[in-house]
Every structure is written in C-alpha cells, then in structure tokens.
T-cell receptor, first 114, second 116 residues
Framework: QKEVEQNSGPLSVPEGAIASLNCTYS??????FFWYRQYSGKSPELIMF????GDKEDGRFTAQLNKASQYVSLLIRDSQPSDSATYLC??????????????FGGGTRLMVKP | EAGVTQSPTHLIKTRGQQATLRCSPI?????VYWYQQALGLGLQFLLW???????NRGNFPPRFSGRQFPNYSSELNVNALELEDSALYLC???????????????FGSGTQLSVL
C-alpha cells in the first residue's frame, strides 16, 4: 500500500464548478498535510496546508482533514481554466518516523474546461 | 526575497558520465531536500541535508550522493549516469525540522537532467 494515495485523473470539471480532489494516507499518526499545485514542466507550488481536523479556507480553496478516516481533500470553488494542473497531496509522518521528509501522492490531474 | 534557486536549468549528459546539480535554499533555511520526478511518476525523496550533515536518504543507489556547504547551499551528484536517471530534480528547503516544527517545504524550479 502506498503511503499517500490519489486518483491520477484526469478530473474534468466545467469552468465555474467546484473541483473536489481527494487523498488518503496510511500512517495514522501523520500530523501535517499539504496541497501543492504543479503546472506541466514547472515545480510544485504550495497552495494550502492543514494541521487540524475540519476545514480551512483560503480564497477559492478549502482544505478538509479527517484524521479518523485518514483522508484530506481540496475543494476549488469557481474553477478557472488557469486551475488546470496536477495537484499533489503531501504528508509529514509522525514524530516516531525518523524520515522528516514530505511524502507525496502521485498527484491528480485537474482539467477545467471553458 | 529570493526563493530556492537551482542550476543549471537543463543538463544533458551521456550514459556513464557524472552530473552535478546545485541548489541554494531560501535565506535562513538550513534544511535542503532533493527529490526526483521522473516523467509520469510522482516525487520521490532522494536526500535530506541539515546543518551540513546528510540526515536521511531515500531508496536510491549510492551513486546518488551530495553534500551541504557551510552556507547551506547543496550539491547533488549522480555518478555513472543511466538512461533512467533522466528526470526533473527538485531541490526544496525548509526553515527547520519538518516533523518537529510543522514547517513548510518550498521548491526550486528544478534541473531537467537528460541522459542520452
């Protein structure tokens, strides 16, 4: 089982709709969760982070975390064609994991159609 | 304030050669991470350096190595290049220990390594 799993997509939504991206993780003690956006040929850009259960909103983006179910999601409201990119979910493991590295899912490709 | 900078942007090598990639972290950041992103694959953790020491490495052969200098910049060296080493190599930095301090990771623009 992969540590961080995402549906590779592509997820296709019409412009103006809500895009919902999901991610599950295997290590129950994981403590910090991040969403990165990566345009083709570019480096990942941090867009959201969440540490506590519940929702966190930032502009058109909402991150949702449910530690009991071990999933984290990203909602993008009023999707725009410029949101078309690959969205990477990343997790920091619990303190008993000596790795101290961010573990990434494979990413979900989002396509927003005008 | 400058972000994470990487050089060169592109690097073309042939099989068996060595490649050296360079990274300068965000000012004040002491931890540097290297990731490999092969075409169609996810980000794979390579190496983590902090305060000049290698702290952890991912599941890569020993021909992938590196170092961190006193100014916290870093080099990634790949010896005996193989075709499958062709990938985007990303450097990232953080202010402190990710796990202990809930810090965030910021990426450079990457070096595209092509092995012919």
């Amino acid at each position: 089982q992969k540590e961080v799993e995402q549906n590779s997509g592509p997820l296709s939504v019409p412009e103006g709709a809500i895009a919902s991206l999901n991610c599950t993780y295997s290590d129950r003690g994981s403590q910090s969760f991040f969403w990165y956006r990566q345009y083709s040929g570019k480096s990942p850009e941090l867009i959201m982070f969440i540490y506590s259960n519940g929702d966190k909103e930032d502009g058109r983006f909402t991150a949702q975390l449910n530690k009991a179910s071990q999933y984290v999601s990203l909602l993008i409201r009023d999707s725009q064609p410029s949101d078309s990119a690959t969205y990477l979910c990343a997790v920091i493991p619990p303190p008993n994991n000596a790795g101290n590295m961010l573990t990434f899912g494979g990413g979900t490709r989002l396509m927003v159609k005008p | 304030e400058a972000g994470v900078t990487q050089s060169p942007t592109h690097l073309i090598k042939t099989r068996g050669q060595q490649a050296t990639l360079r990274c300068s972290p965000i000012s004040g950041h002491t931890s540097v991470y290297w990731y490999q992103q092969a075409l169609g694959l996810g980000l794979q953790f390579l190496l983590w350096y902090d305060e000049g020491e290698e702290r952890n490495r991912g599941n890569f052969p020993p021909r992938f190595s590196g170092r961190q200098f006193p100014n916290y910049s870093s080099e990634l060296n790949v010896n005996a290049l193989e075709l499958e080493d062709s990938a985007l190599y990303l450097c990232a930095s953080s202010l402190g220990h990710l796990v202990l301090t809930n810090e965030k990771l910021f990426f450079g623009s990457g070096t595209q390594l092509s092995v012919l």
